[in-house]
C-alpha cells in the first residue's frame, strides 16, 4: 500500500471540491465567472487549513524500487 501513499491526499481533495461545489450550486450565483471564484477560494480556506492542521500523511515523492 506504500506505493499508493498519494492517493489519501487525492480522494480527501475530490471530496472537499464535491462538498464546495455543492455548497456553491446552493449558493447559485448568476454569474459563472463569480461562481468559480467563490468555489477556487473556498477550497483554497478549507484545503489549506486540512492541510496545516490534520496533517493527513507525509507524501514522498522518492522512487520505489521492487
Known amino acids: 500500500m506504500s506505493n499508493y501513499a498519494w492517493l489519501m491526499p487525492v480522494l480527501i481533495a475530490a471530496v472537499i471540491v464535491f462538498v464546495i461545489d455543492l455548497v456553491c450550486s446552493v ?39 521492487p
Not at 43 to 64: D, E, H, K
Open 27 to 65: 449558493i447559485a450565483f448568476d454569474n459563472r465567472v463569480l461562481n468559480a471564484l467563490v468555489q477556487a477560494v473556498l477550497f483554497a480556506i478549507v484545503f489549506g487549513l486540512l492541510t496545516a492542521y490534520l496533517t493527513v500523511t507525509q507524501v514522498s515523492v522518492a522512487p520505489v524500487t
